[in-house]
């Protein structure tokens, strides 16, 4: 009977070196290697060998500048025209100088947030928006300041707003006659307590001529003649209210009266002019019984 024979079974056990790589290839490091770090490395020499040709880069850019500029030029994102609402005929001209824009112009080449910027930087925008509409249509919204009074400072005149913001300036003090006029040093830091002391002094409208103000602390009232009513630093429109009452009483405005200092509320103090002067002290002559 012939034996058959059986080759030797072969040991399933890994060899040494082949356990170690199976060992090593199970640590994270090494799989993120293998797995990534080496195709990556692979697809960037690939890449490098490729851009080595400067003509080759310079195709690249020129595609890349097409694309930007097939995107850039499409309808829908040119900007054909601008709109200003809210803004009166001087002020949309100022905006269109600080925002000069050659159109049709598409909206990637808009830098907004400094145009939005320079439109605010107006002395007459009190608050500004702007945006893109549908259509192509630049949209700029405006808020201006309302001017109030009219500050003369050291050399010229210019509009205020409530607040002392310069909306702009002024020529001559007739082409705006029906706002108050107030001048001095930190006028402009209290315009809103100018303006309620003018609309107090309603009354005294026809011979009211401005404001001053006094160590940035208080206001004199400017009367026709040169006639000065002080007021205090504290409670000036009450003061000027006790005036007018005193006027509308006894008439006392319309005499040869100087100034009225209402600093002492405690104290008012006249000051006659030099024709009263001379007529009180006359007056009290006689009653001392002096030729």
Known sequence: MRQIRTAPRRDPAPSRMAYRMQR???TP???RLVWVGFPVLCLSSALGLYLADQERRDAITLMVHDIKAAVRERPEFMVKLMAIDGASAGVADDIREAVPVDFPVSSFDLDLPQMLHDVAALDAVARADLRIRPGGVLQIEVVERVPVAVWRNEDSLDLLDVEGHRVAPLASRSVRHDLPLIAGWGAEKAVAEGVALVATGAPLSDRLRGLVRVGERRWDVILADGQRI???EEGAIDALEQVIALD???????????????RNNRRPTVRLGEVASEELRQIRLLELGVD
């Open 24 to 26: 090593l290839l199970l």
């Open 29 to 31: 490091f090494i799989r």
């Open 230 to 232: 002080m007021l205090p």
């Open 248 to 262: 509308q009483a006894q008439d006392i405005l319309a005499r040869n009266v100087v100034d009225i200092d209402m």
